[in-house]
Nanobody, 124 residues
Framework: QVQLVESGGGLVQAGGSLRLSCVASGRTFTSMGWFRHAPGKEREFVAAISRAGSSTYNVDSVKGRFTISRDNAKNTLYLQMSSLKAEDTAVYYC???????????????????WGQGTQVTVSS
């Protein structure tokens, strides 16, 4: 049984930092990623990382502020978020796939498994 369990969300002031974690179990996952869903908006891609961690991709709006990483020994995906802005407020979702043809997935349709989400609220 596949499970993706996120943690680390919360309330933070603008300019602050948070680190999200996602513990993944049940399969060997290739690409893993983070998406977010803000009120009134569609869910959007944030960042993704390859199986070995050697390739990553971030959406332009978070480049230089967010860093995605993974520890395969701990089956855990991370998103280090710094210099947070009010517009980063959203529910953040962890996503994973077992498709070896997906190196660094940036589209929702490339992911087979999703976590339940963790709320990040940035106060201005």
């Amino acid at each position: 049984q596949v499970q993706l369990v996120e943690s680390g969300g919360g309330l933070v002031q603008a300019g602050g930092s948070l680190r999200l974690s996602c513990v993944a179990s049940g399969r060997t996952f290739t690409s893993m990623g983070w998406f977010r869903h803000a009120p009134g908006k569609e869910r959007e891609f944030v960042a993704a990382i390859s199986r070995a961690g050697s390739s990553t991709y971030n959406v332009d709006s978070v480049k230089g502020r967010f860093t995605i990483s993974r520890d395969n020994a701990k089956n855990t995906l991370y998103l280090q978020m710094s210099s947070l802005k009010a517009e980063d407020t959203a529910v953040y979702y962890c996503a994973a796939t077992t498709d070896w043809s997906v190196l660094v997935g940036t589209r929702e349709g490339e992911y087979m498994y999703w976590g339940q989400g963790t709320q990040v609220t940035v106060s201005s």
